[in-house]
């Protein structure tokens, strides 16, 4: 199965501020996911990652707050914009190696302060 | 609307006990069913999953869950569990698609000696 990095594995911010939080694959994927986690809470969909085109977001997520760039098919980021404390969370990217499976990243653990 | 149902926040069970950790589902069309573990400060593993065939799926770490269309439920089970098995459990389900992976609110599974 494919080898997923997050980057960073934890930050913590100052509220108002961007982070911006990598995702890499070791081999070519087609559709690429990224997803956040609060506190106590379960997985929620941010958007697909469309290589070579904007993303694709679930109601409730806008790409102001979350832009999302998928320059290939190896690679996506989510960028976290103007932070508050409730963008505290996991965030998670996953891959689909297969038309209906998710494998998924180790997370990236942000703290808004 | 697809939903994914896990009635119980937490499961305690005796090291060498059985386990069981409870899952229903709703979905338009042939469900895909899935079990996914995370363990403190990591991220989402696949365990196992339900597409087509044989009722009763194996995966990893001695796992295997029973998919029952009559009563839409996917419940998870260990024979024997284990201290190292306590950590978090998320059942998903789609109808297909691998975008459109709907996550339950997890369960907490703590294994005692």
């Known amino acids: 199965s494919a080898v997923i990095s997050q980057k960073p594995s934890r930050d913590i911010c100052q509220r108002g501020t961007s982070l911006t939080i990598q995702c890499q694959v070791d081999?070519?994927?087609?559709?690429m996911f990224w997803y956040r986690q609060q506190p106590g809470q379960s997985l929620t969909l941010i958007a697909t990652?469309?290589?070579?085109?904007?993303?694709?977001?679930e109601s409730g997520f806008v790409i102001d707050k979350f832009p999302i760039s998928r320059p290939n098919l190896t690679f996506s980021t989510l960028t976290v914009s103007n932070m508050s404390p409730e963008d505290s969370s996991i965030y998670l990217c996953?891959?689909?190696?297969?038309?209906?499976?998710?494998?998924f990243g180790p997370g990236t653990r942000l703290l808004v302060l | 609307a697809q939903s994914v149902a896990q009635p119980e926040d937490q499961v305690n069970v005796a090291e060498g006990n059985p386990l069981t950790v409870k899952c229903t589902y709703s979905?338009?069309?042939?469900?895909?069913l899935f079990w996914y573990v995370q363990y403190p400060n990591r991220g989402l593993q696949f365990l196992l999953k339900?597409?087509?065939?044989?009722?009763l799926v194996k995966g990893s770490y001695g796992f295997e869950a029973e998919f029952n269309k009559s009563q839409t439920s996917f419940h998870l089970k260990k024979p024997s569990a284990l201290v190292s098995d306590s950590a978090l459990y998320f059942c998903?389900?789609?109808?297909?698609?691998?975008?459109?992976?709907?996550f339950g609110t997890g369960t907490r599974l703590q294994v005692t000696l």
């Open positions: 996953s891959l689909a190696v297969s038309q209906e499976t998710q494998y």
């Open positions: 081999s070519q994927v087609t559709m």
């Open positions: 990652a469309n290589q070579g085109s904007e993303a694709t977001y």
């Open positions: 979905v338009s069309g042939n469900p895909y």
């Open positions: 339900y597409i087509t065939g044989d009722n």
């Open positions: 998903a389900v789609t109808a297909g698609t691998a975008s459109k992976l709907t």
